[in-house]
């Protein structure tokens, strides 16, 4: 895939994991393997600039005698995850569009 | 090895980086151990599974842009000194100049490198044109007799070369860009071993 849609695909796909509950690092790792492999450095560097943009929020939390922190996704993440579905559909049209130019 | 020889492993390897950075990641390291292990594996199967820190070292350099790494290997670990300060003003139309002229010299290198390319589309072009034109050459005077059969086989040969080339360039494309890749990943990964530069 392409780096740059890559990286926009991703921020998005972390976003996901984050929608109807906070999550952790290792968490996301794992709802997110059964359709990409992501590295853990990959994670890191993406929910940093994700922190960065003020999409996600986080805090450490205790849990069970070590430390686990927790990402929250902000309003403007959720507008993001919108707009995202959005572009998605033109995305969408466009394709349909190619595929049916080549079947002719 | 174990957890804690692998996190100090990672943070001396991680010297290049932003002090900051480097512990966060640090950090970020240790919480998905910790949590590998309470998921039920063992310590050497999460150490494992992370791919050793030679790896998590590789990805953590090409994720990091080179002018992080360069700001961060030049940025002095104290406060300057007044006679540092008017050294570094005074000595400006010295330093300034050379400094401008290495960064010209680093892109002319890296621009010969394209000029190759460069030189292959020229070519290809050129052989495109010929072709094309050797055989306008050849039909325009067959029909009174005076066509000049060497033309015809001129243009067919140049047609041949011509596509030669066009595999040929692309060829050389895709190579530079990843020889390209290579050598920013190279760069990166000499700045970071070396660490910061000792004041």
Redesign the interface.
């Known amino acids: 895939m392409d780096a740059q849609l890559r990286r926009g695909v991703l921020d998005v796909l972390v976003l996901s994991t984050l929608q109807s509950e906070d999550s952790y690092g290792y968490k996301i790792i794992k709802d997110v393997k059964p359709v990409l492999d992501l590295s853990e450095s990959t994670l890191y560097t993406i929910l940093k600039r994700l922190i960065e943009e003020g999409m996600v929020e986080s805090r450490s939390t205790e849990f069970e005698g070590r430390l686990r922190k927790y990402y929250h996704i902000t309003s403007k993440g959720m507008k993001r995850l919108m707009n995202f579905n959005e572009e998605w559909k033109e995305l969408m049209a466009i394709y349909s569009f190619i595929n049916k130019e080549g079947r002719r | 090895m174990n957890k804690i020889e692998f996190l100090n492993q990672l943070r001396e390897r991680l010297q290049g980086l932003p002090q900051e950075e480097a512990n966060d ?1 640090v ?3 240790r ?2 151990i ?3 292990i ?2 039920g594996k063992t310590e050497d199967e999460a150490l494992a599974e ?1 791919g050793g820190v030679d790896k ?1 070292v590789e ?2 350099t090409s ?1 990091t842009s080179l002018t992080k790494l360069v700001v961060e290997k030049f940025r002095p670990r104290r406060e300057l000194r007044i006679f540092e300060i008017v050294l570094l003003v005074l000595g400006f139309p010295l330093w300034f100049p050379l400094l401008i002229l290495a960064g010209i010299l680093v892109l002319i290198s890296y621009l010969l490198i394209w000029m190759l390319v460069i030189i292959c589309y020229v070519i290809e072009f050129s052989l495109a044109v010929a072709s094309f034109g050797g055989l306008i050459g050849f039909f325009a005077y067959l029909f009174d007799g005076t066509a000049n059969w060497i033309v015809l086989g001129e243009a067919i040969l140049a047609a041949g070369l011509a596509i030669f080339f066009f595999f040929a360039c692309k060829a050389a494309t895709t190579m530079t860009l990843r020889l390209s890749k290579t050598i920013l990943i190279k760069i990166k990964t000499a700045i970071m071993r070396k660490g910061r530069v000792q004041k």
């Open positions: 990641r950090v970020f390291y919480e998905i910790d949590e590998m309470a998921d992370l998590v990805d953590i994720e």
